[in-house]
């Protein structure tokens, strides 16, 4: 490369803004029973409040995919730093339902800029092996930040501190990465062909990739889904929600570290259907459970869920590469856009699933738990239904090799 980029400077920048991310995931989590009982909202409001994060997500990740060649990283993640500044303030003076939804859409956005800048720049400071290394490395600090986050959020609710305070937390990596990305030189794309958006459209409508896109709609739901409501499900069985969360989350990373050896030994579809049917059984574990033994329906659903997220991006990279960055985008926007989607549905479960158990007399922990109970095991179907799309695709894909041996993360 001919550039004079600081490329240490730029990565380091990009991992502190996924951390923003994961902070505005985790926090929010730890936070949402506090949010609930100060501003008198039922689940299925704290549902709409969850889903304006996964909304936000995909709209600015699906512009930014769109607009990447024309803005380039810096005014990207310029707009992601304003918009989570906007989204983290607005959420500390909330006075009530409506300013929530609005802030959490405005962090949602940020977000989903961070996603839409940091993958392709990365993907155009290194090559080849050390690419995959890279953007791998990079895709760990969002189960690695969530970790940090729960344990800070479950730390401070602990300590008698309110949700303002935690919020507040947000802004460290915020600030962090915008004065690291200040007045860097950004690298320019080294791949031409994947710029020419009508190309990628064209990929983007065959068999394989609507298949994917299908399946990517239910292994984010599968994973955003149970780890979002683990905090209010979890906490009436006698595990803390938080420290499943974190635990969740740093069997995640860990796994995602070894993600070469794994995906090179089972194959990508391999690492799908395996990973379809250790989150059924975790998810319908926790359904079960209680007390300790939730601690390792944790770890059963989080090696489970590991590999969705990267290994279905790598599969678009690998298996219809002239998707390019547009390709990866959308399949990364379609999963948070069916997590928003599903967020108040699942809200509503709970409520509804309350109000029957109070009608049977059930009171405290007791319909806590059987309430959340009800939830997850309803959550199981997701999952279940993935079994038998990634045993379709496992047949489909038997012995065809992926189109680029090198690509995807």
């Given at each position: 490369?001919?550039?004079?980029?600081?490329?240490?400077?730029?990565?380091?920048?990009?991992?502190?803004?996924?951390?923003?991310?994961?902070?505005?995931?985790?926090?929010?989590?730890?936070?949402?029973?506090?949010?609930?009982?100060?501003?008198?909202?039922?689940?299925?409001?704290?549902?709409?409040?969850?889903?304006?994060?996964?909304?936000g997500f995909p709209i600015s990740?699906?512009?930014?995919?769109?607009?990447?060649h024309k803005l380039g990283p810096?005014?990207?993640?310029?707009?992601?730093?304003?918009?989570?500044?906007?989204?983290?303030?607005?959420?500390?003076?909330?006075?009530?339902?409506?300013?929530?939804?609005?802030?959490?859409?405005?962090?949602?956005?940020?977000?989903?800029?961070?996603?839409?800048?940091?993958?392709?720049?990365?993907?155009?400071?290194?090559?080849?092996?050390?690419?995959?290394?890279?953007?791998?490395?990079?895709?760990?600090?969002?189960?690695?930040?969530?970790?940090?986050?729960?344990?800070?959020?479950?730390?401070?609710?602990?300590?008698?501190?309110?949700?303002?305070?935690?919020?507040?937390?947000?802004?460290?990596?915020?600030?962090?990465?915008?004065?690291?990305?200040?007045?860097?030189?950004?690298?320019?794309?080294?791949?031409?062909?994947?710029?020419?958006?009508?190309?990628?459209?064209?990929?983007?409508?065959?068999?394989?990739?609507?298949?994917?896109?299908?399946?990517?709609?239910?292994?984010?739901?599968?994973?955003?889904?149970?780890?979002?409501?683990?905090?209010?499900?979890?906490?009436?069985?006698?595990?803390?929600?938080?420290?499943?969360?974190?635990?969740?989350?740093?069997?995640?990373?860990?796994?995602?570290?070894?993600?070469?050896?794994?995906?090179?030994?089972?194959?990508?579809?391999?690492?799908?259907?395996?990973?379809?049917?250790?989150?059924?059984?975790?998810?319908?574990?926790?359904?079960?459970v209680t007390g300790p033994v939730?601690?390792?329906?944790?770890?059963?659903?989080?090696?489970?869920?590991?590999?969705?997220?990267?290994?279905?991006?790598?599969?678009?990279?690998?298996?219809?590469?002239?998707?390019?960055?547009?390709?990866?985008?959308?399949?990364?926007?379609?999963?948070?856009?069916?997590?928003?989607?599903?967020?108040?549905?699942?809200?509503?479960?709970?409520?509804?699933?309350?109000?029957?158990?109070?009608?049977?007399?059930?009171?405290?922990?007791?319909?806590?738990?059987?309430?959340?109970?009800?939830?997850?095991?309803?959550?199981?179907?997701?999952?279940?239904?993935?079994?038998?799309?990634?045993?379709?695709?496992?047949?489909?894909?038997?012995?065809?090799?992926?189109?680029?041996?090198?690509?995807?993360?």
């Open positions: 490369m001919t550039q004079n980029i600081n490329r240490t400077a730029l990565f380091n920048a990009s991992c502190l803004a996924l951390i923003t991310t994961a902070f505005t995931f985790a926090i929010r989590a730890g936070i949402l029973p506090q949010l609930g009982e100060d501003f008198g909202l039922t689940a299925e409001q704290l549902g709409f409040i969850n889903s304006m994060w996964f909304l990740m699906i512009l930014g995919g769109l607009f990447y810096k005014v990207i993640m310029n707009i992601a730093f304003v918009t989570h500044t906007i989204g983290i303030l607005m959420t500390i003076y909330a006075g009530g339902y409506t300013t929530l939804l609005i802030s959490t859409l405005f962090i949602g956005f940020g977000n989903g800029c961070t996603e839409a800048a940091c993958n392709p720049m990365i993907a155009d400071m290194y090559t080849g092996v050390k690419m995959n290394k890279m953007l791998n490395r990079f895709h760990m600090w969002f189960p690695g930040g969530i970790v940090l986050g729960s344990l800070i959020s479950k730390f401070m609710t602990d300590a008698g501190m309110g949700w303002q305070p935690q919020i507040w937390v947000m802004m460290i990596p915020t600030i962090a990465y915008a004065v690291l990305f200040f007045g860097k030189a950004f690298p320019k794309p080294h791949v031409e062909a994947a710029t020419s958006i009508s190309s990628n459209i064209k990929a983007m409508i065959s068999p394989l990739y609507i298949f994917l896109f299908i399946c990517m709609s239910i292994t984010a739901i599968t994973e955003f889904g149970t780890q979002q409501w683990a905090n209010v499900v979890l906490d009436s069985s006698g595990a803390s929600g938080m420290l499943i969360l974190a635990l969740t989350t740093g069997v995640m990373a860990v796994a995602r570290f070894f993600a070469g050896p794994v995906v090179g030994k089972l194959g990508q579809t391999g690492v799908l259907l395996s990973g379809a049917v250790l989150a059924a059984i975790g998810t319908y574990m926790f359904s079960v939730a601690y390792v329906a944790a770890v059963v659903f989080a090696l489970g869920v590991a590999y969705f997220w990267p290994v279905m991006v790598g599969a678009v990279a690998q298996r219809v590469p002239l998707s390019g960055a547009l390709g990866m985008s959308i399949i990364g926007g379609v999963g948070m856009f069916s997590t928003a989607i599903w967020q108040p549905i699942i809200g509503s479960w709970i409520d509804s699933a309350r109000a029957t158990n109070v009608a049977e007399g059930l009171t405290g922990a007791q319909l806590e738990l059987a309430t959340g109970q009800e939830t997850l095991l309803k959550l199981t179907m997701f999952p279940s239904i993935l079994i038998v799309l990634f045993i379709i695709l496992f047949i489909w894909q038997k012995g065809s090799k992926p189109a680029l041996s090198s690509a995807g993360h």
